[in-house]
């Protein structure tokens, strides 16, 4: 079957001059740069490339396109790639996929013998009685399914994505596209042409050319790629048609997201398969696959023809395999009457056998490949007769009809319907700005292709805002291409319906016997179009079969939606660089400097303790604030801006306490519930003006409460101005006994005496000399100031601060001491203390809410949650000093066998030497003094006391000093 | 080879195998049960119906093909290591019924274990699985906070490094996980629900609900008006609007839920990887396809369309996690409806009309429900009061603030 090259002009794509050497199956195989492995291998007589998914029976390629699996190998680490697209290049490793033991003496072969006792869902009859057989035949079906291999170790290379805009985005390069693009660039749109082949020129460059026919393609094409508004990517594929012309194009490693105002969709059509006996042989391809393999590659696809034919273009394929060499043995002519056409004529000229009314019954093999075929006449829809003596050839060509390539346009929102004239989907309608083109489109004849390409390519212009005037329609001439159903079931099966999942004719007409006839029905239980290549090649062919044998029309049989990817992006281009936001704060480079362990804080990294060892920093570091004075980096609390004259009515309506009455130079508490009177974030309000809070929210919170104050402000109206400035400020708290000291030592001009700055209230001034704002608050209970700084200048002041408290012991201390010091205070972490149901009653902050207030989100739940009885408590609590287990937070409190409540917070407290932390306990056992069980780690059981909070400095007197 | 196979192999070929799957009857003037909805939920009710309480005349609608809408759409995950005492209890239930259903069904559903982890990438997500262990474990639900050795050695695949974003720090382990052909399940349904007398009415679309006083008389549909002794609606992504029909408003929000398959693959991934920080989550089919998906789409939507933006912000966290399938190539998208409430919880059972029954509010976890469904909607329905494991789905605790809380581990649609 060795095929030498054909001479010029045939295979245009390869460089003769250029070898190129890579191995198949661990054979080294020299083709030519511009060779497919596909083409190459077909060069070298390797025609079989895999082996099929179920019956592991030998398969070739069918369209030279892309368009089946059968083409699927696999290179070096990547898995499923389409063997008849892919290039080859130096040393590529290509292996079969779905081989036990290589392809030529695959062990899987075995599977097909048996294939008799797989009728279709033949694994949901069987396997589970049993029932631990599932538990043995899962595995292996497993192993048995699956096409290439991925392994945890296959390196990924480097994805990038780019954004392109376009007036106009053209789909298909052939002619159609082609005079789009031309058309819409003329018209003065910018226009993108997307081509999935490396050459411009569509069906042109492979097809029988007309007179003159290639000459004015190429010309079109020259024009276009010289046109300054056109940019033409090859090679790239449109992987989907997204809502408002929003197109996913692969090209290499790049994702390209296209946004166009219009698009033209050219994708062509693609030739679909007859069915018959053993249809599925190496050798056995389409007429299109022929031309393509003579006119790209340059490959003699065979040596010996029969030319199936359902049109009259069958007779370019036998013409074409006739002047590359290749005896053409006989033309089986579907149609009962080939016609007049010239085409016909001229292959009877060449003494070329021509039996009307004739299908290939069935196709012999031998060695992997097709060896012969019968005929036998057509008599009637799907049968035939007497079967003829075997007609000797290595290949069948089958020209006997199309299916235009309309999955994107599906995705666009045309409609496509079936029509009984050209036994071909039509395109009935198309929503505003997307336009189909070419044979897509229902246009075949090649200057009616162009006309119908400058038209589409007017339109989408125009729609774009480019005027021209636009042509009329160009009325369809897809008559008399298409063969309906070109489906023969044989007595004796092995009639390849969809070649991705191995489904025979008898598969599908059981399936629908059995009561699975809807086509999405028969669809999942049959599998038919989803495998690898989604049924592009033969749907088309599933639901005629469908329709045929339950007599339903088609809107009953019902269409398969045709979702994206068309070829499939790789996960890489979708995933891109890797673009995780990672916000640091601007103190944290002084953070790793000190040795800090750093954590995770929503999209925050944070110091979690400095040094590194946990607990002995943990101890120090509360020590230190305890005793002398600790520095915290604050600086990812949440930071918003509320100005304007209805700024004080605005929190009052947004969070549950009064801030109309707070005093400008004072701060207050904000909690913020959901409208079911949820707790859903809290922070401190200053007022700083009349007309101006500085808020703080949550880490974790602040993009959604920013996100609610500006979709209630939307309906509220109220003058007020609301600024995310959590970014633009670095906040440090300064916290312990020595730290008026420190911050006096650094050098402020706010007025630092307890009386002139009590606790809870704000000043604004200098501290080092950097502008800030000072509150005095800290959750950890003891004197501090929380300072906020321009991001800018927060390192300086950190330097500052740090020098300055040398002298008095000053830490930084990291966000487990923080844990630690806000527990001993009794404070509360929203979302940790509380659940996505909490209300301020249940978690003791029924104090933040203020009563007499007539509005504020989340009221109206809170009135009637707060009229029932309480289920729970949020309450403090010690540990019984005696517990075996210190139980974790989110240990079970357990009472009577039942869940009662939860640990929520729990720390050992070296300040009071014992272990403290917060839970949730049913009401009647909230009381002080009152004893609950919490079960933990491994079961143990152990007690706990509720006890008040705050559990240090019940007063409060020191954070008050 | 199994018998069943053995019997297929040796059928004649000209013979059609016998119709399982049953053919559209024409519509009576009444029945006893109206259930709309053809989808695993409705299908599995009417049969139990059907089987268990021995309801006779049930008529199933559905203005598609049976099985078409969520039950076809959804990634055939089930797991029972929820948060709350309520969900635990009553998806503990769906377990134990998928383990036998099977058998029951005389078809294989498929029902596969696997070991499903919850990755916990921070501190905060280290507590909330701890959480769920512990309510797990105390009713009896297999469940444990595992550290990233463990993580480690049951899916080695993944990438432990510390030197990512967000790191591994340990998993929510629960080895009684699994999945299920989630077509199969209604078809089972279907097939032997046939059996005992269930019609099942395809392309059959409910165009109004007739409703006087506190019951509804009749269902009106694009096939001609039925009455009803009593009605249940079991139609997950349109549930507002069927409630509509009979009155009702439900606390609902319907937003797209998306998800994605690979090509197929030779076996790589043996678990159920679900992450809730980076909204994803993976497992691999028994046809080799790797099986994707995340969080619901930020917008209320009644629309099945698939979207670019869903693929990439998905394969950007999941790269995070398996670096290694860069080269893969995806081969699928689609869509469904996920009807969300305002507590990740159900809503189930009796209405306030006197005949007319609710199964909805399925957000991202209807599949995983559908033989628990099955069972104790009939029950409902045949008793016409509301089971006990039913009680915290009722409809109206939105207005009663009943809530059960169940966003912790329900938010990533798995």
């Known amino acids: ?351 070329i056998a021509v039996h009307a009314g004739t299908t290939v019954a069935e196709a012999l093999g031998q060695d992997n490949h097709v060896a012969a075929v019968r005929l036998a006449p057509v008599t009637g829809p799907g049968t035939f007769g007497a079967v003829g003596e075997p007609v000797a050839c290595d290949l069948v060509a089958m020209s006997v009809g199309y299916v235009p390539a309309t999955a994107l346009l599906t995705q666009g929102g045309a409609r496509i319907v079936p029509d009984d004239a050209t036994f071909m989907p039509r395109v009935e309608d198309l929503p505003a700005g997307l336009f189909a083109a070419g044979s897509v489109g229902g246009v075949w004849t090649a200057e009616r292709v162009v006309e119908d390409g400058t038209r589409a390519g007017r339109a989408a212009a125009a729609h774009a805002g480019h005027a021209c005037p636009v042509p009329g329609p160009v009325a369809p001439d897809g008559e008399g291409r298409t063969w309906p159903i070109p489906v023969f079931p044989h007595p004796k099966g092995k009639e390849f319906i969809d070649f991705d999942e191995d489904l025979q004719v008898h598969d599908i007409i059981d399936a629908a016997a059995m009561g699975w006839d809807h086509i999405q029905l028969l669809k999942r239980f049959s599998t038919a179009g989803m495998g690898p290549t989604q049924g592009k090649l033969t749907n088309a062919l599933v639901q005629g079969l469908l329709g045929r044998v339950t007599r339903q029309v088609a809107p009953r049989v019902g269409t398969v939606t045709i979702r994206p990817p068309i070829t499939g992006e790789k996960l890489g281009h979708l995933a891109g660089r890797g673009f995780e936001p990672r916000r640091l704060t601007a103190l944290h480079h002084r953070h790793e400097a000190l040795g800090a362990t750093m954590m995770v804080a929503g999209t925050w990294m944070r110091p979690a303790h400095y040094g590194p060892d946990l607990a002995s920093a943990v101890e120090a570091e509360v020590a230190a604030v305890r005793q002398a004075v600790g520095m915290i980096d604050v600086s990812t609390l949440g930071k918003l801006e509320i100005r304007g004259p209805d700024a004080a009515r605005f929190l009052e309506r947004i969070y549950t306490w009064k801030y109309e009455t707070l005093a400008v130079g004072r701060v207050r508490y904000v909690l913020m519930l959901d409208e079911t009177g949820g707790i859903i974030d809290d922070g401190v309000a200053a007022r700083v003006h009349a007309e101006h809070f500085y808020v703080t929210a949550t ?178 609590f010690a540990l019984d000093p005696a517990a075996a287990v210190i139980p974790k937070e989110n240990h079970l409190v357990i009472r009577d066998g039942r869940i009662a409540g939860r640990v929520t917070s729990i720390t050992r407290s070296s300040t009071l030497g014992k272990v403290i932390g917060l839970a949730y306990v049913e009401p009647d056992q909230a009381g002080e003094g009152t004893v609950f069980t919490v079960r933990a780690d491994g079961g143990t059981l152990v007690s706990a006391t509720v006890v008040p909070t705050p559990f240090y400095d019940p007063d409060n007197a020191r954070q008050e000093m | 080879m199994p018998l069943a196979l053995l019997k297929a192999g040796f059928r004649s070929r000209a013979k059609a195998p016998p119709r399982e799957l049953p053919a559209t009857p024409d519509l009576r003037k009444s029945y006893d049960v109206v259930i709309i909805g053809a989808g695993g939920h409705g299908l599995a009710t009417a049969h139990a119906l059907a089987t268990t309480w021995g309801v006779r005349r049930i008529a199933v609608l559905d203005k598609g093909y049976l099985g078409g809408g969520n039950t076809a759409r959804n990634t055939a995950i089930v797991r029972a290591n929820y948060l709350t005492p309520e969900g635990v209890t009553f998806y503990k239930e769906s377990m134990s019924l998928f383990e036998t259903l099977s058998q029951e069904l005389d078809f294989n559903i498929m029902y596969t274990r696997k070991p499903h982890l919850t990755l916990a990438h921070t501190d905060a997500s280290v507590r909330t699985m701890r959480w769920r262990a512990e309510v797990n474990k105390h009713l009896g639900v297999a469940s444990e906070l595992i550290d990233e050795a463990k993580v480690a050695a049951i899916e080695p695949c993944l990438n432990m490094s510390r030197d990512v974003r967000y790191p591994i720090l340990g998993a929510l382990h629960h080895p009684v996980g699994g999945t299920a052909r989630h077509d199969a399940v209604a078809w089972g349904y279907a097939i032997r629900g046939a059996q005992a007398g269930v019609e099942i009415h395809q392309l059959t679309e409910v165009t109004g609900l007739r409703v006087e006083g506190t019951r509804v008389r009749a269902v009106e549909t694009t096939r001609g008006t039925i009455e009803a002794g009593q009605v249940v609606q079991a139609v997950a992504g349109a549930s507002s609007l069927m409630a509509r029909h009979a009155g009702l408003r439900l606390a609902l929000r319907t937003v797209p839920l998306q998800a994605c398959v690979s090509q197929p693959l030779k076996p790589v991934i043996n678990s159920i990887i679900v992450s809730g920080s980076l909204h994803c989550y993976i497992w691999q089919s028994q046809r080799g396809e790797l099986v994707m998906g995340g969080a619901v789409d930020p917008y209320p939507l009644w629309s099945t369309r698939s979207t670019l933006d869903f693929k990439e912000g998905l394969m950007a966290h999941m790269l995070e996690l398996f670096p290694f399938l860069a080269e893969v190539r995806m081969m699928r998208q689609w869509a469904g409806m996920a009807d969300m409430t305002p507590d990740f919880a159900p809503i189930m059972g009796k209405t306030p009309l006197d005949n007319y029954y609710i199964d909805a509010g399925w957000g991202t976890w209807g599949f995983k429900a559908t033989p628990v469904c099955g069972k104790r909607m009939a029950e409902c329905v045949a008793t016409d009061t509301q089971p006990d494991i039913l009680k915290p789905f009722r409809h109206d605790r939105f207005t009663h603030f009943d809530q059960v809380g169940e966003a912790g581990a329900a938010s990533v649609g798995s």
């Open chain 1, 699 to 876: 880490t974790g919170g602040v993009d959604r409460v920013y996100r609610l104050m500006q979709f209630f402000n939307a309906q509220w109206r109220m003058k007020v101005d609301i600024a995310n400035v959590t970014a633009a400020y670095a906040g440090i708290n300064v916290l312990g006994p020595a730290s008026r000291a420190v911050v006096q030592a650094v050098g402020t001009t706010v007025d630092l005496a307890p009386d002139a700055f009590p606790y809870l209230g704000v000043r604004e001034g200098e501290v080092g000399g950097v502008p800030a704002r000072l509150m005095r608050i800290g959750f950890g209970g003891e004197l501090g100031y929380e300072i906020h700084v321009p991001a800018s200048q927060a390192g300086a002041l950190w330097d500052a601060l740090i020098k300055a408290g040398a002298g008095h012991g000053l830490r930084p201390v990291g966000v487990e001491a923080q844990r630690v010091l806000r527990l001993e205070k009794g404070h509360v972490i929203v979302g940790q203390d509380t659940d996505s149901l909490t209300h301020p009653l249940e978690a003791s902050l029924g104090w933040a809410v203020g009563r007499k207030k007539t509005d504020f989100v989340g009221k109206p739940a809170l009135d009637i949650l707060e009229a029932r009885p309480q289920s729970r408590r949020l309450v403090g």
């Open chain 1, 1 to 351: 079957m060795s095929a030498a090259r054909l001479p010029a002009p045939f295979g245009r794509l390869v460089d003769r001059e250029r070898s190129v050497t890579f191995s198949f199956e661990g054979r080294r195989i020299t083709g030519l740069a511009g060779d497919t492995i596909a083409s190459a291998l077909a060069a070298n007589g390797q025609w079989m490339l895999s082996r099929s998914f179920k019956y592991h029976r030998p398969r070739g390629l069918v369209s030279a396109a892309g368009l089946e699996a059968n083409a699927l190998v696999q290179v070096g680490h990547e898995p499923n790639v389409a063997a008849d697209r892919r290039a080859i290049t130096p040393d590529l490793d290509v292996r079969a996929v779905n081989t036990f033991g290589g392809l030529d003496h695959d062990l899987g072969r075995a599977i097909g013998l048996l294939s008799r006792f797989m009728p279709v869902g033949f694994y949901y009859r069987t396997f589970y009685t049993p029932r631990a057989a599932w538990k043995v035949w899962e595995p292996v079906i497993r192993r048995l399914a699956g096409l290439g291999t991925i392994s945890p170790k296959a390196p990924h290379g480097y994805f990038d994505k780019a954004y392109l805009f376009a007036d106009v985005a053209v789909i298909g390069g052939g002619p159609a596209g082609l005079a789009a693009a031309l058309a819409a660039a003329e018209a003065g749109a910018e226009v993108l042409l997307v081509e999935d082949g490396p050459v411009l020129g569509g069906s042109a460059t492979f097809a029988r050319p007309e007179p003159n026919g290639v000459a004015a393609v190429e010309a079109l094409a020259a024009r276009v790629q010289a046109h300054p508004r056109v940019t033409v990517l090859t090679e790239a594929v449109c992987q989907g048609l997204f809502a408002d012309h929003w197109l996913s194009v692969t090209q290499g490693n790049r994702l390209n997201k296209v946004r166009a105002r219009s698009v033209v969709v050219a994708t062509g059509a693609h030739e679909s398969p007859a069915v018959f006996r053993g249809n599925d042989l190496p050798g056995i391809m389409l007429g299109s696959a022929a031309q393509r393999l003579m006119r790209l590659w340059a490959v003699r696809p065979g040596r010996e023809a029969v030319v199936l034919a359902g049109n009259d273009d069958a007779y370019e394929v036998a013409l074409d395999l006739a002047e590359a060499g290749v005896r053409v043995v006989a033309v089986a002519d579907l149609r009962a009457d080939p016609g007049s056409d010239p085409r016909v004529g001229a292959v009877r000229a060449r003494g």
